[in-house]
């Protein structure tokens, strides 16, 4: 198949708004218009419920790690450059997604899709990172900046594939995953972040769930 014609198709599948639709089929909830109005598994938790988050993140990781692991065999066996621009895509549709006016995601997991097919033990590395700050801090964004910073230097130690491309596209990443992390940062900073577990997610979760019920 045309590099090209995967690269479109890479974008396409990183698109599907899987919150948005979860949220919008089964609880008559537009997520954009919820909690934080991010378009991702994290918003989804809080304002759903895990049983609305989990199908939701396993398939915003699937979006990155199919093209990653697959779409560069797909064209005949493409250079390692195609397998980095068609993990690239996916994460844009996610954070931009076609179907929801360009609105989505941070890109976490779906960048842990990406790399999951590419150096599968960094990403065990940090996933086990991640659970264990967010049960500590019960702040997802920590556990998120904590992985995305770790992520490039356990590349570098690990086994994975590319090379040293795939260490400086881990640095981009990281550096981008930091970026859209921008107004939690601010929020860390100032000791505001929202907690699971805090009156004030629980205060947004109850009142989610009832415009829930009302659009059911």
Not at 78 to 104: K, P, Q
Not at 174 to 187: C, D, K, L, P
Request: a positive charge; aromatic letters at 12%.
């Amino acid at each position: 198949m045309n590099p090209w014609v995967l690269l479109v198709l890479a974008y396409l599948l990183g698109s599907v708004p899987t919150s948005w639709w979860v949220g919008r089929a089964v609880y008559g909830v537009d997520l954009r218009e919820k909690g934080s109005g991010n378009l991702g598994a994290t918003n989804t938790f809080r304002v759903l419920g895990w049983r609305a988050a989990l199908p939701v993140v396993a398939f915003d990781i699937f979006k990155g790690w199919l093209p990653a692991a697959w779409f560069a065999e797909w064209g005949g066996g493409l250079e390692f450059g195609w397998v980095m621009a068609f993990g690239a895509a996916a994460i844009a549709g996610h954070v931009f997604s076609l179907f929801a006016n360009f609105r989505g995601g941070k890109g976490v997991a779906t960048s842990a899709g990406v790399f999951l097919g590419l150096a599968p033990i960094a990403v065990g590395v940090c996933l086990a990172l991640f659970v264990v700050l967010v049960r500590v801090t019960r702040m997802v964004s920590v556990g998120s900046l904590a992985a995305a910073i770790a992520l490039p230097p356990l590349i570098a130690f690990t086994p994975h594939q590319g090379g040293t491309a795939l260490l400086w596209f881990a640095l981009v990443l990281s550096a981008f995953v930091i970026w859209a992390h921008r107004t939690n940062v601010g929020r860390l900073l100032r000791g505001e972040e929202n907690r699971f577990g805090s009156q004030r997610a629980a205060a947004g979760a109850g009142a989610a769930a009832e415009a829930g019920e009302e659009g059911r």
